[in-house]
């Protein structure tokens, strides 16, 4: 009897002790799930926080490791300059011979102007009344100096000519056209005020306050006018641009947004800046780096293929977004386009996961990414064949053992993880990131179109928004000019001078190509 209660009073707990697991093990799970999407929301609170208030890239510009630097050299500035002038009280006499040595370091430009001024003694006599010295040597140094933007007025005169003899006509020089017709500009200040705003980031109103500091009354309006104007007159060299463009094999295209004013609703509608660029140096092409910016009221792939619309090449460099999908699937004369994804925007991914969940996987995978990376810059500049050939041989391993590994890890984490949703996104990509293993000419990333890209939205960030889509379609060309310019190491301000003062004075059409920026003097000439 007894023994037949023990027995089940044993199966009891057995049954309970089952229960238990069972719901521990279902605890356990839900527990589970909810570390995951705590981890999860966290990591997007951390992205979103890093985005609003934190660099814009994986990689610091190399200026900005120099920040925290600048605090510690004012205060050194302040000590040099205090040990310095103890010096000189003590010595007696303020010879510069006997301050600091740590002057003129490295070179100033041989084309700058130089003013020289020299320092004589206050008595040339020998002090003991031996007579006048001679001059046996002198100390020369050289310091940089900066004479503020000055304005000027350039009087222009025509003489008139007659003869005093006869009824002759009368004879004079004719006028010369400008951009402004008997307006108050220059084509250099016209061009000083387009590189302002859409290279250095300056808005018109901006400017305006600057030029009335030296007295002179210019409104925002007026100097939207010219740039209007000049814009205008640079038309013909946009369009060669892109004739330049559609012949390239190998293109790269990104967007950025651009917010329109909409005066019907009194708000801000959102339009985008569409860039295409061309950028050979990477495998030592002799083709020139050109980049061209239109803009468009949304972001739809039809927009991309309006663009590339008559354009004959055959690689395309994007990032993932899946509107470049159409373009796949295009009945062209040369086929439909190839698209050749980015390493820098999935690297990206596992670096800011790195990160804010410092997850071992992530890390491992910047490691393994960065190899790649390693090896395209050893044959940075190389021929096409020279870089096929070293890709061959050391990223094609890289990349057969990526992929499964990638695959191996997302068997064994969480499907619903950020992880996980990154490692997905590489895969999905797969055929796209790994194209340029079988293409010396294609890059591993979309960098090129993306640093063309970055100085209009800090034009953008400052601007707030254009004033209308007319305006946003002005700024895509004018940025494009500059921006161009920047790419082949060209003074915009004296490019854009002198191509206005070309074109508005007639040069031929047929003669385009000899305007373009890549064959405007460059940056270093003495002459700038």
Same mark, same amino acid.
């Given at each position: 009897?007894n023994?037949?209660?023990?027995?089940?009073?044993?199966?009891?707990?057995?049954?309970?002790?089952a229960?238990?697991?069972?719901?521990?093990?279902?605890?356990?799970?839900?527990?589970?799930?909810?570390?995951?999407?705590?981890?999860?929301?966290?990591?997007i609170?951390?992205?979103?926080?890093?985005?609003?208030?934190?660099?814009?890239?994986?990689k610091?510009?190399?200026?900005?490791?120099?920040?925290?630097?600048?605090?510690?050299?004012?205060?050194?500035?302040?000590?040099?300059?205090?040990?310095?002038?103890?010096?000189?009280?003590?010595?007696?006499?303020?010879?510069?011979?006997?301050?600091?040595?740590?002057?003129?370091?490295?070179?100033?430009?041989?084309?700058?102007p130089?003013?020289?001024?020299?320092?004589?003694?206050?008595?040339?006599?020998?002090?003991?009344?031996?007579?006048?010295?001679?001059?046996?040597?002198?100390?020369?140094?050289?310091?940089?100096?900066?004479?503020?933007?000055?304005?000027?007025?350039?009087?222009?005169?025509?003489?008139?000519?007659?003869?005093?003899?006869?009824?002759?006509?009368?004879?004079?020089?004719?006028?010369?056209?400008?951009?402004? #017709?008997?307006?108050?500009?220059?084509?250099?200040?016209?061009?000083?005020?387009?590189?302002?705003?859409?290279?250095?980031?300056?808005?018109?109103?901006?400017?305006?306050?600057?030029?009335?500091?030296?007295?002179?009354?210019?409104?925002?309006?007026?100097?939207?006018?010219?740039?209007?104007?000049?814009?205008?007159?640079?038309?013909?060299?946009?369009?060669?641009?892109?004739?330049?463009?559609?012949d390239a094999?190998?293109?790269?295209?990104?967007?950025?947004?651009?917010?329109?004013?909409?005066?019907?609703?009194?708000?801000?509608?959102?339009?985008?800046?569409?860039?295409?660029a061309?950028?050979?140096?990477?495998?030592?092409?002799?083709?020139?780096?050109i980049?061209?910016?239109?803009?468009? #009221?949304?972001?739809?792939?039809?927009?991309?293929?309006?663009?590339?619309?008559?354009?004959?090449?055959?690689?395309?460099?994007?990032?993932?977004?899946?509107?470049?999908?159409?373009?796949?699937?295009?009945?062209?004369p040369?086929?439909?386009?190839?698209?050749?994804?980015?390493?820098?925007?999935?690297?990206?991914r596992?670096?800011?996961?790195?990160?804010?969940?410092?997850?071992?996987?992530?890390?491992a995978?910047?490691?393994?990414?960065?190899?790649?990376?390693?090896?395209?810059?050893?044959?940075r500049?190389?021929?096409?064949?020279?870089?096929?050939?070293?890709r061959?041989?050391?990223?094609?391993?890289?990349?057969?053992?990526?992929?499964?590994?990638?695959?191996?890890?997302?068997?064994?984490?969480?499907?619903?993880?950020?992880?996980?949703?990154?490692?997905?996104?590489?895969?999905a990509?797969?055929?796209?990131l790994?194209?340029?293993?079988?293409?010396?000419?294609?890059?591993?990333?979309?960098?090129?179109?993306?640093?063309?890209?970055?100085?209009?939205?800090?034009?953008?960030?400052?601007?707030?928004?254009?004033?209308?889509?007319?305006?946003?379609?002005?700024?895509?060309?004018?940025?494009?000019?500059?921006?161009?310019?920047?790419?082949?190491?060209?003074?915009?301000?004296?490019?854009l001078?002198?191509?206005?003062?070309?074109?508005?004075?007639?040069? #031929?059409?047929?003669?385009?190509?000899?305007?373009? #920026?890549?064959r405007?003097?460059?940056?270093?000439?003495?002459?700038?």
């Amino acid at each position: 009897m007894n023994l037949t209660v023990l027995q089940e009073e044993n199966e009891r707990l057995k049954a309970l002790l089952a229960q238990t697991r069972a719901a521990l093990a279902e605890h356990q799970a839900a527990l589970a799930e909810a570390e995951e999407a705590r981890r999860r929301l966290e990591s997007i609170v951390s992205q979103l926080n890093h985005e609003k208030f934190g660099a814009r890239s994986e990689k610091l510009h190399p200026d900005q490791y120099h920040l925290p630097l600048e605090d510690v050299e004012i205060a050194q500035g302040v000590l040099d300059a205090a040990q310095e002038k103890a010096q000189r009280v003590v010595q007696g006499h303020s010879d510069d011979t006997s301050g600091s040595r740590r002057r003129n370091r490295g070179h100033l430009p041989a084309h700058l102007p130089r003013v020289e001024r020299v320092i004589e003694p206050e008595s040339t006599l020998c002090p003991c009344g031996c007579g006048e010295m001679a001059r046996i040597g002198e100390d020369v140094s050289e310091r940089l100096d900066v004479i503020p933007a000055q304005l000027r007025v350039l009087v222009t005169r025509r003489p008139k000519y007659a003869c005093r003899r006869c009824s002759g006509a009368v004879v004079q020089a004719h006028a010369l056209e400008h951009v402004v #017709p008997g307006g108050l500009p220059t084509e250099a200040l016209i061009a000083q005020v387009i590189v302002a705003k859409f290279g250095d980031h300056l808005p018109f109103y901006r400017q305006a306050e600057i030029y009335a500091r030296q007295g002179i009354q210019l409104d925002r309006a007026t100097l939207g006018n010219w740039a209007g104007r000049a814009c205008f007159h640079l038309k013909p060299i946009a369009e060669h641009m892109r004739r330049h463009l559609a012949d390239a094999d190998r293109l790269f295209m990104d967007e950025t947004t651009a917010p329109v004013l909409d005066p019907g609703r009194g708000k801000v509608k959102k339009g985008f800046f569409w860039a295409i660029a061309s950028d050979d140096r990477g495998h030592g092409g002799q083709g020139p780096p050109i980049v061209l910016f239109h803009y468009a #009221p949304g972001r739809g792939g039809d927009h991309a293929e309006r663009f590339l619309q008559g354009f004959g090449g055959q690689f395309l460099q994007v990032d993932a977004y899946e509107g470049y999908d159409r373009l796949t699937r295009l009945e062209r004369p040369q086929g439909p386009w190839l698209l050749v994804h980015c390493w820098s925007h999935l690297r990206r991914r596992f670096v800011k996961l790195a990160r804010n969940t410092k997850s071992p996987i992530a890390e491992a995978a910047v490691r393994q990414i960065a190899t790649l990376y390693a090896v395209e810059a050893t044959v940075r500049g190389m021929t096409p064949q020279a870089r096929l050939a070293a890709r061959q041989q050391y990223s094609t391993p890289i990349i057969a053992a990526l992929k499964p590994w990638f695959e191996k890890q997302l068997s064994m984490i969480s499907s619903g993880s950020k992880l996980a949703e990154d490692i997905r996104y590489g895969l999905a990509h797969w055929e796209g990131l790994t194209r340029f293993l079988g293409d010396g000419r294609l890059e591993l990333d979309t960098n090129p179109v993306e640093n063309a890209i970055r100085p209009v939205c800090l034009t953008r960030k400052n601007a707030l928004f254009a004033g209308h889509e007319v305006g946003a379609e002005n700024w895509a060309l004018l940025s494009s000019v500059v921006a161009t310019c920047r790419l082949n190491d060209v003074n915009p301000v004296a490019y854009l001078a002198e191509t206005l003062d070309a074109i508005i004075n007639g040069h #031929p059409q047929s003669q385009i190509e000899e305007l373009m #920026p890549w064959r405007f003097r460059k940056t270093s000439s003495p002459n700038p």
